[in-house]
Antibody, heavy 117, light 107 residues
Framework: QVQLVQSGAEVKKPGASVKVSCEASGYTFTDYYIHWVRQAPGQGLEWMGW????????NYAQKFQDRVTMTRDTSIRTAYMELSTLISDDTAVYYC??????????WGQGTLVTVSS | DIQMTQSPSSLSASVGDRVTITCRAS??????LNWYQQKPGKAPKLLIYAASSLQSGVPSRFSGSGSGTDFTLTISSLQPEDFATYYCQQSYSAPRTFGQGSKLEIK
């Protein structure tokens, strides 16, 4: 079945970077964009950007433009989201989701990133 | 950026009730509007895409309508498993903004 499996929870200090992975299975990896969405504790959903597994092209929300890098490794069907210069407000659950034609039909289970000194 | 505003932010209803949640975009987004359901500790689940298309496997009591700037999600007869938070999202342009969410609670 179609599945996205994310890496485990992370605890980082302010100023550090985090890299979250998202491994796809059950479909042709290069046929769907991978979007990243985060959710701070008790808050709503915030779209961060997408990566095209086919071309490697990216599109980032302006808010994260200077700090986020989304990549993919087609050989292992995995997408990555790296966020740098972490602050406490980056504490959130980070989700990947596959998307084609404008909607995200399958989501990963989420990765909790905690930023704390 | 396109702003998405949902109403109400929270509501209480009973099993069997008909419930409507609205979503308004700050500019026309044609029919590029999705609805997601999220339960505590879980990833969002796609319910409706392109404003009115029911995602495969989603019960037919869920329906969506609208175009341009005004959209609605309707649950025709609430079931116990429907108590959750609902989000709209526009896919007309990046950034793909979400509404703030509508929390549906049991009365």
């Amino acid at each position: 079945q179609v599945q996205l499996v994310q890496s485990g929870a992370e605890v980082k200090k302010p100023g550090a970077s985090v890299k979250v992975s998202c491994e796809a299975s059950g479909y042709t990896f290069t046929d769907y964009y991978i979007h990243w969405v985060r959710q701070a504790p008790g808050q709503g959903l915030e779209w961060m950007g997408w990566v095209s597994p086919n071309s490697g092209g990216t599109n980032y929300a302006q808010k994260f433009q200077d700090r986020v890098t989304m990549t993919r490794d087609t050989s292992i069907r995995t997408a990555y989201m790296e966020l740098s210069t972490l602050i406490s407000d980056d504490t959130a659950v980070y989700y990947c989701a596959r998307d084609r034609a404008g909607y995200s039909s399958t989501w990963g289970q989420g990765t909790l990133v905690t930023v704390s000194s | 950026d396109i702003q998405m505003t949902q109403s109400p932010s929270s509501l209480s209803a009973s099993v069997g009730d008909r419930v409507t949640i609205t979503c308004r975009a700050s500019q026309s987004i044609n029919a590029y509007l999705n609805w997601y359901q999220q339960k505590p500790g879980k990833a969002p689940k796609l319910l409706i895409y392109a404003a009115s298309s029911l995602q495969s496997g989603v019960p037919s009591r869920f329906s969506g309508s609208g175009s341009g700037t005004d959209f609605t999600l309707t649950i025709s007869s609430l079931q116990p498993e429907d108590f959750a938070t609902y989000y709209c999202q526009q896919s007309y342009s990046a950034p793909r903004t979400f509404g703030q969410g509508s929390k549906l609670e049991i009365k």
